[in-house]
């Protein structure tokens, strides 16, 4: 499966820049660069020891493209395993294109998306799922799915799977070797040890389990919607949080007519803030189509917010209620946070009558950024991130949970067959499919179209 060529790409991120990194691995990889290299020095890369830096310039024929730096890397011990070559040169559009034609001229191909990283798992410098923590990396944009690719990609989360797939083919291996005397009647693997590895690994694979629901959230952002009646302070709320003016505020009741959102970093975790247009009874056309994304957010968002005008409290607290028992209602599975906005403008004699009549109440005033920080609290507590804390392993790849979960219903038609005395024979069969998913996590098992799949969402130069 292992490509011969060479290949080339761009490293870093497209456009003009300080600097950019072209990339070329291969057998030929050094090779094929020494020849379009001249060192300030006079030295031949070939003959460098690898791991070392170079000064020079990209020629063509005659012409000098750029002067950079050249980092050589020989096999095996570079990224992809391979021969690697890298070439920081100036970040101009025009100097990137012209070195990477050239080395496409002199018998490089164009890297695919993802294929050093891929040339680095046939290699066997990654395995799958360390593979595809570099791509969570790439893509981490906040503290806690930084930390969770870091843990995967040194191997955290194979490692725990690669342990108990060995220990299982141990017992696996013991009952096939019963099998072969199966006329003698002897009993190689200890059913009693046998039966607390079942039930460790049935432990092991529930915890990594539900750490999906954690680790999914972590990795994706958690939506917040935030809703209520028109000019209650949505927008006013949704900058605050932001600290910018990202949404257009007025004391016009149903400025915002469509939803808006953005996303911030609370305690390393990712919120995702939708500003929705104002619910009420409306003849605008425009607006009743806001209100009906309103509702669509909410169904997509994972926890509700619900603002109103404490001023307001007073005279139409009957109209809020309502609203709250609805939304309640309507989404019993959703946290709920019930806000009380503009509390600036009550009495305190009032927000103790209000907070009386509305269990939980959070008090805010978004003008004056008052209660900003409680709420970004409360957002915080409805995220399980003690395992975050404790190191402990965390799923956040949809992939790895399907394969789990299929290993555990195998792990637990082991157990049911050595509760009821299944045969050696029959037990044999569930025990190989439970390894067959453990492997399809870390790439042991695996086919052209799955790696294809995979690294289709990967960016070339990586």
């Known amino acids: 499966m292992i490509e011969q060529d060479t290949i ?9 820049g300080a600097i950019a990194v072209i990339r070329l691995s291969g057998k030929d990889a050094i090779t094929i660069a020494q020849n379009q290299f001249k060192s300030v020095s006079g030295k031949q890369l070939s003959k460098q020891p690898t791991h070392t830096i170079h000064l020079g310039h990209i020629t063509d024929d005659n012409r000098t493209i750029d002067e950079v730096l050249v980092s050589i890397f020989k096999n095996p011990n570079s990224y992809t395993g391979e021969n690697v070559v890298e070439i920081s040169c100036h970040g101009s559009n025009y100097i990137q294109q012209e070195i990477i034609q050239l080395f496409l001229r002199k018998g490089c191909r164009m890297a695919t998306a993802g294929e050093f990283t891929l040339r680095a798992f046939l290699n066997g410098k990654l395995d799958l799922s360390q593979a ?101 302070g949505k927008s006013t709320l949704l900058n605050a949080l932001l600290n910018e003016e990202r949404a257009i505020v007025s004391e016009i009741a149903g400025t915002t007519r469509d939803t808006i959102e953005d996303e911030i970093s609370i305690g390393g975790i990712g919120f995702r803030f939708i500003d929705t247009a104002g619910i009420r009874d409306t003849k605008d056309v425009v607006e009743r189509i806001g209100i009906k994304k309103t509702f669509e957010k909410i169904d997509q ?17 009957s109209n809020f209620q309502i609203e709250i028992e609805k939304i309640k209602n309507k989404y019993p599975q959703k946290p709920l946070i019930v806000i009380a906005n503009k509390i600036d403008k ?49 799923v956040t790849n949809t992939r790895h949970y399907d394969s789990l ?16 005395g299944l045969s050696g024979d029959l037990l044999a069969i569930d025990i190989k499919q439970a390894l067959f998913h453990f492997g399809e996590i870390t790439g042991q098992v695996t086919n052209d179209e799955l790696l294809g799949n995979i690294f289709a969402n990967f960016c070339i130069g990586k």
């Open 301 to 317: 968002a994972q926890v509700v917010i619900y603002l109103f005008d404490a001023s307001e409290f007073k005279t139409d607290n």
């Open 405 to 420: 979960l299929k290993a555990f219903e195998e792990v637990e038609k082991v157990k049911q067959g050595l509760e009821t």
């Open 346 to 394: 009550l009495q305190k004699d009032d927000i103790v009558t209000m907070q009386s009549q509305i269990a939980n109440l959070a008090l805010l005033s978004a003008k004056n950024n008052t209660g900003i920080d409680q709420l970004k609290n409360t957002l915080l507590g409805f995220i399980n991130t003690g395992a975050l804390r404790n190191n402990d392993t965390i």
């Open 132 to 232: 595809e923590a570099v791509a969570d990396l790439i893509a981490s944009d906040n503290q806690a799915s930084h930390q969770i690719a870091m843990q995967q990609m040194r191997g955290g989360f194979s490692s725990e799977i690669a342990k108990l797939r060995e220990e299982l083919l141990n017992f696996a291996s013991l009952i096939e070797l019963e099998l072969d005397f199966a006329e003698e009647d002897v009993e190689f693997a200890d059913r009693s040890q046998f039966k607390d590895l079942i039930e460790r690994i049935r432990f092991v694979l529930k915890r990594l389990i539900d750490s999906f629901s954690v680790g999914n959230v972590i990795k994706n952002g958690i939506p917040v919607a935030i809703v209520g009646n028109p000019n209650v």
């Open 8 to 16: 080339v790409a761009l490293a870093t991120p497209s456009g003009a």
